[in-house]
């Protein structure tokens, strides 16, 4: 539209300097512009009518894997001789083979497909819209228009999954599971000895315990197992997260929460996570394959977060986890955590901390040093002592170097069963 409001003035300041010159030659020349110009208008495209579907091979995905974007536009209008077309990607998506970009001639009642291929690190990617403009032969004549083509693509963190995450919480569920819930009835481990009840297998009779006695019989009882409340909390405070150029310390955490929300939903338990950074993503707790996705696409929104009001884990309210549960915390830790972690562990929640080893983690981006060797040590004996603080207030803590895949560096640790007081 630009151009033939130009070539109009262009064409009106001619035809007015030969009429006021009296100079034919300058309305001569006027008269190829005006008939270029009044053909492009003639020949420009009426109101656009296209349709445009997109589709993506796959709308959940993890980082670095390439997915492919199908764009088909048909024209229910008339004749466009140029049509651009360009897909308004997200950011932080890479294109890696062919062009969100096109330009194409596109006759009435006919389509147009084609394809590229993005890849992208975690995260959450709307696709919103596409625009279009339409240009006659001449380029004279321009429509644009953006056209509303809605698709999402979640890209999930990678994970290697936990084969067993063994926990102790004081209270368990009602339904059946893997945790044992410090009632006597039907299970694996020993619990107790009961006189004999009418229905109780030959098999569970004490024969031992039963020969001391001449009138009754007496059973063995085996504790039950259960399923139980986990609550995952997941630390997203950029004062307890480290970064260097494009690592960071956090994407690791969110890669442990994964693993682990996948191990306790498998294993029948209800699982809750929160997001802990500048604000509180609480999502709710339930179960199953509906849960896994819920905690999935709050893990793909995970974002690092800077804010004065949720700078300490003083807002970890006990009121979002059921009592006496169990919280798994995944953080590097600070100093100020100390006490919040306390006060959840005397309300009588069993509190497990798994730590991104921090000073691993920097150690390895810096040069070798005596000031960089001293500055380790004197910050590896600062969170050995915080360390030990929270073990001795019965909060486990397991200490995990990220350069070591979980599973191989802490999966063992978890399966094993700790004496919970």
């Known amino acids: ?228 409340d986990v609550g995952l909390v997941l630390d997203a405070r950029t004062r307890a997260n480290l970064l260097h150029h494009n690592q960071s310390i956090f994407e690791s955490s969110v890669t442990a929460i994964a693993a682990l929300s996948d191990a306790f939903l498998n294993q029948g338990n209800r699982v809750g996570l929160l997001v802990y950074g500048n604000y509180l993503g609480w999502t709710l707790p339930g179960y199953g394959k509906i849960q896994r996705e819920r905690i999935m696409q709050a893990l793909a929104h995970a974002e690092i977060g800077v804010s004065s009001v949720f700078a300490g884990l003083e807002h970890l309210s006990p009121r979002m986890f059921p009592p006496e549960s169990q919280i798994v915390l995944v953080s590097s830790l600070v100093n100020d955590d100390l006490n919040v972690l306390v006060q959840l562990r005397g309300r009588g929640y069993q509190v497990l901390v798994i730590s991104p080893d921090p000073v691993k983690f920097e150690l390895g981006f810096l040069p070798p040093s005596s000031q960089v060797n001293l500055a380790a040590r004197v910050i590896r004996m600062e969170r050995d002592l915080l360390i030990h603080r929270l073990e001795r207030a019965g909060i486990h803590v397991i200490e995990w170097d990220v350069s070591i895949p979980l599973d191989q560096a802490v999966g063992p640790v978890l399966m094993r069963q700790r004496r919970v007081l």
Request: glycine share 8%.
């Open 1 to 228: 539209m630009y151009r033939s409001i130009l070539l109009a003035a262009f064409v009106y300041g001619l035809l007015l300097t030969g009429l006021i010159a009296l100079r034919g030659e300058f309305i001569a020349l006027a008269i190829p512009f005006m008939l270029y110009l009044l053909y492009g208008f003639w020949s420009a495209p009426e109101e656009m009518d296209l349709r445009i579907e997109r589709s993506l091979s796959n709308d959940r995905t993890t980082p670095d894997s390439e997915i492919v974007v199908t764009i088909t536009v048909t024209n229910h209008g008339s004749d466009i001789e140029e049509l651009f077309l360009n897909d308004n990607i997200p950011p932080n998506l890479t294109v890696r083979i062919g062009s969100p970009r096109h330009l194409f001639r596109l006759p009435k009642g006919s389509s147009h497909t084609f394809t590229y291929t993005v890849t992208g690190p975690r995260g959450s990617y709307p696709f919103e819209t596409i625009s279009v403009a339409a240009v006659d032969l001449f380029g004279v004549n321009r429509h644009e228009q953006f056209i509303r083509a809605k698709d999402r693509l979640f890209i999930f963190p990678e994970f290697r999954r936990l084969k067993h995450v063994s926990i102790r919480p004081r209270r368990t569920r009602v339904y059946a599971g893997s945790i044992p819930a410090r009632v006597g009835g039907s299970g694996t481990e020993f619990f107790g000895v009961r006189e004999y009840q009418f229905g109780d297998s030959p098999r569970t009779i004490n024969w031992r315990v039963s020969a001391r006695h001449d009138e009754n019989l007496y059973s063995n009882e085996y504790q039950q197992e259960r399923v139980a």
